[in-house]
């Protein structure tokens, strides 16, 4: 890991301390139940301990780190309660904004134009990574995805509950995909979901992004079964 094309502001080396190691944790690159010090990610990122430090605040209130009195930092393992509550949460909030999205969405709109080109370019690019079965950057792709319908609704608070929530749901799908590698499954829902946004139909909208959402849901028992060391209720 390194840090590259980056400021040397504090602010901006503890977002993307952040975000490097909170995509270590949901690409299992940091296993559940491992320990994590902030001296040893610090030499490795090429930074001193306070972004570290300010990115494991952020983690803990995610519950992606939990404190271990005495002993220091592990990865929180996979917590089937906190999944399924993950899913509730995102059902009911991120389900609403996409709605919304559809019911304001207007192809004559430059804005609405903008968005269309890049949510075209980041299905692309998702179908190239689902070729190359590049699981970090699909999980990436599929992330940005997301994100960038929810960021056109405006609401920073919205979006900063439902990226909580998808850090946990997404450690889940990730080590689902390493084992179906139905990589082009998701893509094919995701432009499915994207073209009920364009036709501007709110129902349809709501039906497919919420199977989208849930479909982990009958393969989560098995994941449990196979890695019961990386989860702990």
Known sequence: MN???????????????????RDAIVTLQFEPGQQVFEAELGNQLGVSRTPIREAFRRLLAEELIEVQPQRGNR??????????EARFVR??????????????WDQN???????????????????KMAEDHNFDLFLQLDEQFHYTILESTGNATLISIINQMRGHLN??????LQETKHFMQLVNEHEAIF?????????????LLTSH???LEDS??????????????
């Open 3 to 21: 840090l590259q094309n980056i400021s040397s502001g504090r602010e901006t080396l503890s977002n993307h301390a952040y975000q490097v190691i």
């Open 75 to 84: 990865i929180a393992y996979l917590s089937k309660k906190k999944i399924n």
């Open 91 to 104: 059902v009911s909030l991120e389900v609403s904004a996409f709605k919304e999205v559809a019911k304001k």
């Open 109 to 127: 709109h430059p804005i609405y134009q903008t968005l269309h080109k890049q949510i075209v370019d980041i299905l692309e690019n998702q179908k």
């Open 171 to 176: 450690r889940l799908r990730y080590l689902e």
């Open 195 to 207: 073209q009920a946004i364009l036709s501007n139909d709110a129902r349809k909208t709501e039906e």
């Open 213 to 215: 959402i849930r479909w």
């Open 220 to 233: 989560t028992q098995t994941l449990i079964e196979k890695y019961p060391h990386f989860f702990k209720d």
